[in-house]
């Protein structure tokens, strides 16, 4: 059984910085591609970035490039998500996904396996 542990999340001023990480067990880090998904009250589940399996590839939605920034560590069981210039409309519960899959979407929610039980961030303005 494959489980996710989200932590880092809070409140921050608009400007500020956080850093989530994702911890993961019960199986093989390094054959996940890892994603972080946020969902905004009353709003779609929305994919925020990803990264493949050993890091090489990561790809990142147009309204984060730039401020957000993606990282794993396989020898840790750990992917991060560093947060710059955090905005108001960044608020969201942030989620960590995994999938095993080689093939298939990455770029939506139904594309992954495996989720941990979500991070709240809020942005003050």
């Known amino acids: 059984q494959v489980q996710l542990v989200e932590s880092g999340g809070g409140l921050v001023q608009a400007g500020g910085s956080l850093k989530l990480s994702c911890a993961t067990s019960?199986?093989?880090?390094?054959?996940?591609?890892m994603g972080w998904f946020r969902q905004a009250p009353g709003k779609e589940r929305e994919l925020v970035t990803f990264?493949?399996?050993?890091?090489?590839?990561?790809y990142y939605a147009e309204s984060v490039k730039g401020r957000f920034t993606i990282s794993r560590d396989n020898a840790k069981n750990t992917v991060y998500l560093q947060m710059n210039s955090l905005k108001p409309e960044d608020t969201a519960v942030y989620y960590c996904?995994?999938?095993?899959?080689?093939?298939?979407?990455?770029?939506?929610?139904?594309?992954?396996?495996?989720w941990g039980q979500g991070t709240q961030v809020t942005v003050s303005s």
């Open positions: 019960g199986g093989t880090f390094s054959t996940y591609l």
């Open positions: 996904a995994a999938t095993s899959r080689y093939s298939g979407t990455y770029y939506a929610a139904s594309g992954y396996d495996y």
């Open positions: 990264i493949t399996w050993s890091g090489g590839s990561t």
